[in-house]
Every structure is written in C-alpha cells, then in structure tokens.
C-alpha cells in the first residue's frame, strides 16, 4: 500500500468512520460519495457516521499459510463481520484461538499495531476485532 492512500485513509482507520443515507438509512463503510440505492437523489444526502465497531461474526477463515510479517501470527482467523449498523467489514480477530471463533459470535474493534514496516520500522495501526 502506498504511503499517501494510507494517510489519506487514516480517520477511517482510526474511528470507523462511514457514512449514512438520509433517505434511504443505510449506511456504508468505507463511506460513499453516494447511495447506490438512491443515486442522484441521496447527493447532499450522505452524512458521516462514527461506527459503534460492534457487531457479530457474519463468517471467517483460519489462516493457516501467510507472508513477510503475518507469517508468526499463524494460525490466526479472518472474519467477516457484520456490524451492528449494517455494513460487512473483514477483519482479523485478537486474543482469541482459532477455535474460539464462532459464527454469530458478539465481537467490537479494537486498535492495534497491523504491521511493522521491515525497512523504515514505522509502524501500521488499524482496527481488528476481539470477543466482547
Ligand atoms: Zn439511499
């Protein structure tokens, strides 16, 4: 990923900040420019909302193969996660083994480091999820 999309994206990364359609109430993470369900009539319709970061395990994978960082991390789970608000958002799953996760299982995001950068050291951070 490329420094300035990363920059550019850090609000979202740091709060969970999506958005919402006055007309039609859904709401989407990452945030639209418009509803695709309202199109032209939701521009000037579309309100920033700050996501609970709760909500329920929709489905998920163990990763049992990765690369570069994430290989010590194995094995690690990847959920779908459908929050509480309506969108579907991936995430990994923390402090938790791979068979602790359930489908339906209640979990909230959390802010963790995702990565380290091996040549200049910076460190990523992002949002996860654990069992509430
Ligand atoms: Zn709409």
């Given at each position: 990923?490329?420094?300035?999309?990363?920059?550019?994206?850090?609000?979202?990364?740091?709060?969970?900040?999506?958005?919402?359609?006055?007309i039609?109430?859904k709401?989407?993470?990452?945030?639209?420019?418009?509803?695709?369900?309202?199109?032209?009539?939701?521009?000037?319709?579309?309100?920033?909302?700050?996501?609970?970061?709760?909500?329920?395990?929709?489905?998920?994978?163990?990763?049992h193969?990765?690369?570069?960082?994430?290989?010590?991390?194995?094995?690690?789970?990847?959920?779908?996660?459908?929050?509480?608000?309506?969108?579907?958002?991936?995430?990994?799953?923390?402090?938790?083994?791979?068979?602790?996760?359930?489908?339906?299982m209640?979990?909230?995001?959390?802010?963790?480091?995702?990565?380290?950068?091996?040549?200049?050291?910076?460190?990523?951070?992002?949002?996860?999820?654990?069992?509430?």
């Amino acid at each position: 990923m490329s420094v300035p999309r990363f920059w550019r994206e850090i609000p979202q990364r740091y709060n969970l900040i999506g958005n919402k359609c006055e007309i039609c109430s859904k709401v989407y993470f990452p945030p639209r420019e418009s509803c695709p369900v309202c199109r032209r009539k939701s521009i000037g319709h579309i309100k920033d909302l700050k996501l609970s970061g709760k909500g329920e395990v929709f489905t998920y994978s163990i990763i049992h193969v990765s690369s570069g960082e994430f290989e010590e991390q194995v094995p690690y789970p990847i959920a779908i996660i459908k929050l509480d608000e309506g969108p579907m958002i991936t995430a990994q799953i923390v402090d938790c083994d791979p068979d602790c996760v359930k489908i339906g299982m209640r979990v909230e995001s959390t802010f963790r480091q995702i990565q380290q950068d091996g040549y200049t050291g910076a460190l990523y951070y992002g949002y996860k999820f654990k069992k509430v």
